[in-house]
């Protein structure tokens, strides 16, 4: 999507000056003070990694994916790549740590990654508050992780990633704590499903071949998704495509006919029923309205 900016690690490194190194590109964590012009602009652009940020204080609003959210103070905010943002307001007070998957140089990190329920968006908010007593350990393993990205020790990067293993497991156990029970093997299964529409979507529709990589039936399948989050396979395929194409539709200057044919639409008049039927408006009418909200400060 070239009319959307995308924000890698080498973009924030530039306008941080933090000084990339070669061995370990994969990691970065900056203050708030210190936060990218173009996430404080107002405009939007697509991520590129996974990220936590930690908001201690502050009065910003974060629009992702067409969902606006006021992070409270003493917050977390979990991130995952190709989500187009835009920031607005102030984020004085916080800081933010953004890693690729390969960072993690454990056996299988990707699966791993992608397996922890702060990053699905079928079972959790993007947004996690701390409580009084949680709030000193998190704050005291980033302090830790900015001491050690600052460093020059040996070792660093081996301790940068323990540390950031560390959170992640706290911050997911937390979110199990909030669920008040343990992530079960059917949610394990919704988890792997959702990496797999999200890397098959515009190309693989079919409940059938998502219910045989996970190696169970279609109607099992639909079965445990209906049961955790009370949608149908085909639901939530339909709504990572809609998503995709609201982003088309709104951040860039290809047609209707474009965007239908590069999503794999061949009929444009098929394109506009199933775009309506799901979000109750043309992909015309729907372009028209969000441009006038969320690029008004352009």
Not at 53 to 63: A, M, P, Q, T, Y
Not at 97 to 118: E, M, N, R, T
């Amino acid at each position: 999507m070239e009319h959307i900016p995308q924000l890698g690690l080498s973009d924030l490194r530039r306008e941080t000056g933090i000084k990339e190194n070669k061995n370990h590109p994969g990691f970065l964590i900056f203050k708030a003070e210190n936060i990218s012009d173009l996430m404080k602009s107002g405009n939007p652009f697509r991520n590129m990694n996974y990220g936590l940020s930690f908001f201690i204080e502050g009065d910003g609003e974060l629009n992702v994916d067409f969902n606006t959210y006021v992070p409270t103070a003493n917050s977390v905010y979990f991130c995952s790549p190709g989500q187009v943002f835009a920031a607005k307001g102030n984020f004085n007070n916080g800081f933010g740590v953004l890693f690729q998957k390969d960072f993690l140089l454990k056996p299988a990190a990707q699966q791993w990654v992608q397996s922890l329920p702060i990053f699905s968006r079928f079972l959790s908010s993007p947004l996690l508050e701390l409580t009084e007593a949680e709030k000193p350990m998190f704050h005291s393993l980033i302090e830790e992780m900015e001491k050690e990205y600052h460093s020059e020790t040996i070792l660093k990067y081996d301790a940068l990633e323990a540390l950031l293993t560390l959170m992640l497991v706290k911050l997911s156990r937390l979110y199990e704590k909030t669920k008040g029970e343990k992530i079960s093997a059917e949610e394990q299964h919704i988890i792997t499903l959702e990496s797999l529409i999200n890397k098959q979507y515009k190309s693989n529709r079919s409940v059938v071949e998502y219910a045989s990589q996970l190696y169970m039936t279609p109607q099992n399948l639909n079965r445990i998704t209906k049961k955790a989050i009370g949608k149908s396979v085909s639901e939530l395929i339909n709504e990572k495509l809609i998503i995709e194409i609201k982003r088309y539709l709104v951040y860039t200057d290809m047609s209707s006919e474009e965007i239908a044919h590069f999503f794999n639409f061949y009929d444009n008049s098929y394109f506009t029923k199933t775009f309506k039927k799901a979000v109750g408006e043309t992909p015309k009418a729907f372009r028209k309205k969000q441009k006038e909200i969320h690029l008004s400060t352009i």
